[in-house]
């Protein structure tokens, strides 16, 4: 179990708690989430704001790749890019994080401006497959970068251990 801590811990149901913590089990679901004072401190990271679906979401990036790269099943994948994703967190954070908000918002604007052309669920439907599917090579490019590296760093760790 690992406990993630900081100065706000924004929960998916309920009110933003001050002084937070989420508790992410062995297999990288959510466990708990709450004040410091009842879960632990963990790792701590002071001035920060914790979205614990925001923590799941970078933890299972590599999975569409992985499955496309490996042909494993769907659990073990998950599990796979658990793994992969643990020691470089924060650089999975880095290269998902920017490009979801950039392309996310470019999707609503795009959408928005197409539903001007009519009121029905058709032009909704549309409004939104058109730009995710125009959109979805920029987003998935860098979770496939990163997950060929991480899959040759960790190919090549394995090959060193005796």
Known sequence: MRTLSADWLVPVEGEPIRDGSV???????????????????GERFDGCVIVPG??????????????????????????????LVRGNFWRAVAVWVPIWFVTT????WSAEALEHLGHSQWVH????????????????????????????????????RP
């Not at 062995?26 to 989430?33: C, K, L």
Request: charged letters at 15%.
């Open 125 to 160: 439907m549309v409004a939104h497959l058109v730009p995710e599917a125009l959109l979805l090579p920029l987003i998935a490019l860098p979770a496939v970068i990163m997950t060929f590296e991480l899959v040759d760093r960790d190919r090549s760790v394995a090959t060193i």
């Open 23 to 41: 508790a992410i089990a062995d297999d990288g679901t959510i466990a708990a989430v709450g004040p410091a004072a009842h879960l632990g401190t």
């Open 54 to 83: 925001l923590v799941v979401g970078t933890y299972f990036v590599l999975v569409m790749p992985l499955i496309n790269l490996e042909r494993q099943p769907v659990l073990p994948t998950f599990a796979r890019s658990y793994r």
């Open 105 to 108: 918002a470019v999707i609503e």
